[in-house]
C-alpha cells in the first residue's frame, strides 16, 4: 500500500527521537510535505547536488540523511548558490528530506551501536551520557468495532514497545455512557441522550520522548469527537541514552593488529592514530563523527583504544599522556556504516507496514577528504 512521508517519518522518530538532539542540532524533515506519498527512498551520509540530480534521475521521492541538509538558520534563498539550487531542485521535484543526526548518534541501534557491532565488541555499554527516558502508560477507551485500528495507530506510532518486543497492550471490555450535549456531532449516539456502547479500555506504554508523537496518532484514530484517555507516569525504571559505546575487543592484542583490522573493517586507503601501538587492546571506547574530545572519558571508561574521527594534533598529544590509542578512522568511516543499516531498517519496516516501497543508499556518496596514496 502507499505511505506518506509523515508515516516514514513517524517510523524514523520512533527509532532515533528528536528528544535525543543536541542543542545545536537541525535534524527533522527539512524539506518537503508530510502528506507527500513516497514510493523509492534513498538513504545516505550527506545531501550533496550529486544526491540529488541522482535522486532525480531514479525518481525518487523521499531522502534520509545523516547530517542535515539544512544546519544553519536560512538568512537567504538564492539559487545562484550551491545550496540554494539544491533546495530549488528538491522543491521542483517534490522530494522530501529527512535527516536523523546526533538523535541517531544516541539511540538505540544508532550510529555508535552500528560501529560497535561492525567492531565485534562484546559487553557493551554507553560512553558519554545524553538523557533519560520516562515511561507513561496510556489507557484510552474506544468502541469494539474501532479497538483493532487504533491498537495498529498506537504501536505504528511507536508506543507498546517493552525490551525487543513490539505492539504490546492490554485490553479489558466493558460499557462506555455518555449524553451529547448541543453543538456536539457524536459519532454514536443523540444529542441529549445517554449513550451506552460496548467499549475496550487499550492500555499501552510510551515513553516520553514519544507522547508528542502518540497522542495525535491516537486522537485521530479514534471515531469519537472527544476521545477518553488517561496518561499514567511510571516508576519502571528510566531508558538512559548515551553517544558512544565502550565494549571488550573480540580477543586481546596489540594495538598494531587492532589497527589494520579497523583499517579493513573501516574501508580505509588510510587510518591516522597516535599512542603506542606495542599496548594490549583489551577494551575499546568509539564515538562516531568528530569525538576526539571526550579522550579523557574514553580513558575512564577503562578503554585502550579510542575510535573516532576529526583528531586535531593536540588531541593526539592528549592521547601520549592519556596512555590511550587514539584511532582517526574518519569522519565518513565512523559514520556511513549506520547508512546501509538503516536501509536494511527501512525496508524491513515497509516489509512489515505492507508499504510499496523501494529503497537504496545513494551510490554517489563519498568522503569529502581524500587522501593520496
Known amino acids: 500500500m502507499s505511505v506518506t512521508v509523515g508515516e516514514i517519518v513517524n517510523v524514523l522518530n520512533t527509532w532515533a527521537p528528536l528528544s535525543l538532539k543536541e542543542s545545536w542540532d537541525n535534524p527533522g524533515l527539512l524539506i518537503g510535505n508530510p502528506d507527500e506519498t513516497v514510493d523509492k527512498l534513498l538513504v545516505t551520509l ?38 540554494g539550487a539544491m533546495y530549488q531542485k528538491l522543491l521542483t521535484h517534490h522530494i522530501a528530506v529527512y ?18 557491532g561492525l567492531l565485534g565488541l562484546t559487553d557493551v555499554e554507553g560512553l558519554v551520557p545524553v538523557s533519560e527516558d520516562k515511561l507513561y502508560k496510556i489507557a484510552v477507551y474506544v468502541p469494539e468495532s474501532h479497538s483493532d485500528a487504533l491498537r495498529k495507530a498506537l ?36 444529542v441529549g441522550k445517554v449513550e451506552t456502547v460496548a467499549e475496550e479500555r487499550i492500555e499501552t506504554i510510551v515513553p516520553e520522548s514519544l507522547l508528542n508523537q502518540v497522542l495525535p496518532a491516537m486522537v485521530k484514530a479514534h471515531p469519537y469527537e472527544e476521545p477518553a484517555y488517561d496518561i499514567y507516569p511510571l516508576k519502571n525504571a528510566v531508558h538512559s541514552f548515551t553517544m558512544g559505546r565502550v565494549g571488550n575487543w573480540p580477543t586481546p592484542e596489540p594495538a598494531a593488529a587492532v589497527l589494520r583490522k579497523i583499517k579493513d573493517i573501516l574501508h580505509r586507503d588510510a587510518l591516522s592514530y597516535a599512542g603506542d601501538t606495542d599496548v594490549t587492546v583489551r577494551r575499546v571506547a568509539l564515538l562516531g563523527g568528530g569525538g576526539a574530545g571526550f579522550i579523557n572519558l574514553a580513558k575512564q571508561a577503562g578503554a585502550d583504544l579510542y575510535l573516532t574521527g576529526d583528531m586535531k594534533y593536540h588531541d593526539a598529544q592528549e592521547a601520549f599522556k592519556q596512555g590511550i590509542v587514539v584511532v582517526d578512522g574518519g569522519h565518513f568511516g565512523t559514520e556511513s556504516p549506520v547508512v546501509d543499516d538503516l536501509c536494511r531498517r527501512l525496508i524491513e519496516a515497509s516489509a512489515e507496514h505492507h508499504w510499496d516501497i523501494d529503497c537504496q543508499r545513494d551510490p554517489t556518496s563519498r568522503d569529502m577528504i581524500q587522501s593520496l596514496i
Open 46 to 83: 550527506d545531501v550533496m547536488m550529486d544526491t540529488v540530480d541522482y535522486a532525480i534521475e531514479q525518481g525518487v521521492t523521499m531522502i534520509v540523511s545523516h547530517h542535515p541538509v539544512i544546519f544553519d538558520g536560512l538568512k537567504s534563498l538564492r539559487t545562484d548558490t550551491y545550496n
Open 99 to 116: 535527516s536523523a543526526h546526533t538523535n541517531l548518534d544516541s539511540a538505540d541501534g544508532g550510529v555508535n551501536d552500528v560501529l560497535a
Open 155 to 190: 504501536a505504528d506510532s511507536g508506543a507498546g514497545y517493552i525490551g525487543n518486543y513490539s505492539d504490546c497492550s492490554f485490553t479489558v471490555k466493558g460499557e462506555g455512557r455518555f449524553k451529547p450535549h448541543e453543538g456536539t456531532n457524536p459519532f454514536i449516539g443523540s
